[in-house]
């Protein structure tokens, strides 16, 4: 009798294991979604627009005087883990004037690019059809980079990013100009499993599928007012919680039941969005007449994942160091630095070569950033701090 147990729980064990669309079943998938959001569970959010929670004076007077911030950050690691899987921070950037300065910087790039006879390619849109910076990150430090200090010195930015990745956390940044008439994408995830072909996902261990949406978190800053006209994100509040949706967004069934039930939120120039990267969701339809709408992509990585785009740190250091330096000796806080240094560097010190760079006196060597406060804290000059940070490059490389 022993032998049919085992044949059991040998395929009890397999169902556990590995994921397939044959498990997608959207009767779960909707009494996971269909759950209404209660502000009474959400005590520093301002509302709730369509189950969407919207952050704005009250968590805005709370980081203004100093306090203690790790409850607050605890609700919205809740609100995305086991919640709505999205929040909106109304006016996340107060002063709209760094706004448009970014703007204008990335209209720079655009034209840039046009003028070179690069059309952005998309993921969902042929190339040329709406108007992508790739790598926005470093492209913007280098080219304007007085703009990216005052930019990433955001506060709500850090603290919806320490929240859900911890320390170290890297930022990459993709402009999305959507041109009028620019088309709605389909219903799906983001990266990394939702970047791939179904066949891959679905190769990869249903624990890999629970692990992959704590690697990353995705983000939009609106840099113009997005009426629901222009085509904002559509979203579908609670889909993150769905086990197998990573391979469920390309069921006939699910992408109905999306276009069925999204949510669209018009966003004023300044806002933030903020969303588990697990959770369906797409661009809509730019239906306007004249309206370009334009938002900051952003994907912030764990230190222990790999992010979707290479940025040369060094560079970027290298870039705005000088503005660093002068923002610092002006009597900028220590808060907002290190904002900008953990926009900027790299945080976390692996993988390097350990015969060249030993963790002497410590278990880690220094990283990119505690170099670059370092030299802040010690008044060093562009061309020292330079030559340090080439020096530790070249320690980080294999014979």
């Known amino acids: 009798m022993a032998a049919p147990t085992a044949i059991v729980s040998a395929s009890r064990r397999h169902q556990q294991t590995w994921l397939s669309q044959e498990d997608c079943d959207l009767g779960e998938f909707r009494a996971l979604v269909e759950v209404p959001t209660k502000l009474a569970d959400y005590p520093h959010a301002d509302s709730i627009d369509r189950n969407v929670l919207i952050y704005g004076t009250a968590l805005r007077e709370l980081v203004d005087s100093g306090a203690d911030l ?4 605890a609700e919205l690691v809740d609100a995305l883990m086991d919640g709505p899987g999205i929040v909106v921070f109304s006016r996340a950037f107060q002063d709209t004037n760094v706004i448009d300065r970014a703007t204008d910087a990335f209209n720079e790039l655009v034209d840039d690019q046009k003028a070179r006879g690069v059309a952005g390619g998309d993921h969902f849109a042929p190339p040329g059809a709406n108007d992508r910076v790739w790598n926005a990150l470093e492209k913007l430090a280098v080219h304007r980079p007085e703009v990216f ?7 709500i930015v850090a603290l919806i990013s320490a929240a859900w990745l911890g320390p170290n956390y890297q930022v990459t940044s993709a402009l999305n100009v959507v041109n009028p008439g620019g088309k709605a994408q389909t219903a799906h995830r983001d990266y990394h499993l939702g970047f791939m072909p179904l066949a891959t996902a679905a190769g990869f261990p249903a624990h890999v599928h629970r692990l992959s949406p704590v690697l990353t978190l995705q983000g939009a800053i609106a840099h113009c007012d997005m009426p629901v006209v222009t085509g904002p994100t559509m979203y579908l509040p609670n889909s993150q919680k769905y086990l197998p949706g990573y391979l469920a967004t390309d069921l006939p069934e699910f992408a109905d039941y999306f276009q ?3 949510v669209q939120l018009p966003l004023k120039k300044g806002d933030a969005v903020f969303f588990n990267p697990a959770l369906f969701h797409g661009a809509g339809t730019n239906n306007s007449a004249d309206v370009k709408r334009m938002a900051n992509l952003l994907q912030v990585s764990s230190a222990f ?4 785009e290479s940025v040369d740190r060094t560079t970027v250091c290298t870039a705005i160091y000088p503005t660093l330096l002068t923002r610092k000796q002006a009597g900028a806080t220590e808060a907002e630095l290190r904002n900008i240094i953990a926009a900027a560097a790299e945080g976390y010190p692996f993988p390097t070569n350990l015969d060249l760079d030993q963790p002497i006196g410590s278990l880690n060597p220094e990283t990119q950033a505690e170099l670059t406060w370092r030299a802040l804290q010690e ?6 701090y330079v030559a340090a940070l080439r020096a530790q490059e070249v320690r980080h490389r294999s014979p």
């Open 70 to 73: 790790r409850e607050v950050q």
């Open 149 to 155: 200090a005052d930019y990433y010195a955001n506060d």
């Open 260 to 262: 069925q039930n999204y």
């Open 305 to 308: 994942g790999r992010a979707l």
């Open 379 to 384: 008044d060093w000059d562009g061309n020292t």
